[in-house]
């Protein structure tokens, strides 16, 4: 069935660096990726994303990139912040029209100060 | 933050024992979402809802019911409840347009011993 792969489960960075975290989905019809922050005991929250039209988009230090050929797409958190410290979980939408996401497993980012 | 409110927050119950949680929205979006998450596992979709009295099964449907009887609210029922159905429980909405985000309640904790 579809599915959608995140990588790594884990990610530590110095507090500055720049993180990434990839997902491949495996569903060619597939329009829609979003990503979403969740921090300790809290909500899933959309910080970003991306609609198959469109190769990259950016907002502040957050950027998402979709290569549709590769059925691969990534998130870059620039310049990180401790803050930033939380799960990231990338999805895709199951089929265009359905409604419905895949979720990844999750990225657990921690930003030492 | 998108208005939907889960009831309740957290819960422990026993084995056997029916239980129901509740999603109100006050976004008046068509779309519903029931989600479970468990360590390793991410997000889940347990049913989902397309309109009142419309709703279909989910990835992890067995064991749980579902009932819209108006826009504003949907209902999760584990008819008897296990062990091996404690966990984060998240509604999410979504608008009525493709390629929309899903924004999520602030989750239920459910414990069952």
């Known amino acids: 069935g579809e599915n959608v792969e995140q990588h790594p489960s884990t990610l530590s960075v110095q507090e500055g660096d720049s993180a990434v975290i990839k997902c491949t989905y495996s569903d060619s019809a597939s329009n829609y990726f979003p990503w979403y922050k969740q921090e300790l005991g809290k909500r899933p929250q959309l910080i970003i994303d991306?609609?198959?039209?469109?190769g990259e988009k950016k907002d502040q230090r957050i950027a998402v990139t979709l290569n549709k050929t590769a059925k691969h797409f990534s998130l870059h958190i620039t310049e990180t912040q401790p803050e930033d410290s939380a799960v990231y979980f990338c999805?895709?939408?199951?089929?265009?029209?359905?409604?419905?996401?895949?979720f990844g497993t999750g990225t657990r980012l921690k930003v030492l100060a | 933050d998108a208005g939907i409110t889960q009831s309740p927050r957290h819960k422990v119950t026993e084995t056997g024992t029916p239980v129901t949680l509740r999603c109100h929205q006050t976004?008046?979006?068509?779309?519903m979402y029931w989600y479970r998450q468990d360590p390793g596992h991410g997000l889940r979709l347990i049913h989902y809802?397309?309109?009142?009295?419309?709703?279909d099964k989910g990835e992890v449907s067995d064991g749980y019911s579902v009932s819209r009887s108006k826009t504003e609210d949907f209902l999760l029922t584990l008819e008897s409840a296990t062990s091996s159905q404690t966990s984060v429980y998240f509604c999410a909405i979504q608008a009525e347009y493709s390629n929309q985000p899903q924004h999520f309640g602030d989750g239920t904790r459910l414990s069952i011993l």
């Open positions: 991306i609609r198959s039209n469109v």
């Open positions: 976004e008046n979006h068509r779309y």
């Open positions: 999805a895709a939408d199951k089929k265009s029209g359905t409604y419905k996401y895949i």
């Open positions: 809802s397309y309109g009142v009295k419309d709703t």
